[in-house]
T-cell receptor, first 112, second 115 residues
């Protein structure tokens, strides 16, 4: 399975934008880039996903590099509720026989 | 639309016992996947069920099994419990399964403690 690399932790201030990076240098052309987050004591929550083009939704934006070897999740205005572990995951378009492969993710700390 | 529900939320068992966990997916979703989360190993895939058939399986021993009913509800069973089975067990549902375009919706999990 293609692997992703994320920083262990990042810190940001409330009401400021947050850019969470993810490297996936072995990504294949048919892998989708997904982001999930897990708040304390909860199950993971879907954030956003994309294939080649940048994507926006009400929660965040996903910026995908032109060569697709890296991507960035952008939280435009972080709140304390955004403090969570963020996982960048690659999902093969044909189906993931290994389920969602969660790495260690990035622990995002938001300072008031 | 109601989210994914899991019962029970908390469970305490002793070594050697067996346990059954339940997951009710979002209405209309046919795929249910199960994951184990521990501090040491993180989130690990157990198996996926689709239309009552196990379609994918992770690298767990045969003590871990599951099934899916015709209404898409799923159960997971762990027999002969070991201390190392203490974990948060999560299920996730989706319309069609684990393809790249699909979004997985997770339940709150069942926290199992084995004494």
């Amino acid at each position: 399975d293609a692997k992703t690399t994320q920083p262990n932790s990042m810190e940001s201030n409330e009401e400021e934008p947050v850019h969470l990076p993810c490297n996936h240098s072995t990504i294949s052309g048919t892998d989708y880039i997904h982001w999930y987050r897990q708040l304390p004591s909860q199950g993971p929550e879907y954030v956003i996903h994309g294939l080649t083009s940048n994507v926006n939704n009400r929660m965040a934006s996903l910026a995908i590099a032109e060569d697709r070897k890296s991507s960035t999740l952008i939280l435009h205005r972080a709140t304390l509720r955004d403090a969570a572990v963020y996982y960048c995951i690659l999902m093969y378009s044909g189906g993931g026989a290994d389920g969602l492969t969660f790495g260690k993710g990035t622990h995002l700390i938001i300072q008031p | 639309k109601a989210g994914v529900t899991q019962t029970p939320r908390y469970l305490i068992k002793t070594r050697g016992q067996q346990v059954t966990l339940s997951c009710s997916p979002i209405s209309g979703h046919r795929s249910v996947s199960w994951y184990q989360q521990t501090p040491g190993q993180g989130l690990q895939f157990l198996f996926e069920y689709f239309s009552e058939t196990q379609r994918n399986k992770g690298n767990f021993p045969g003590r871990f099994s599951g099934r899916q009913f015709s209404n898409s509800r799923s159960e997971m069973n762990v027999s002969t419990l070991e201390l190392g089975d203490s974990a948060l067990y999560l299920c996730a549902s989706s319309l069609e399964g684990l393809a790249g375009q699909e979004t997985q919706y997770f339940g709150p999990g069942t926290r199992l403690l084995v004494l």
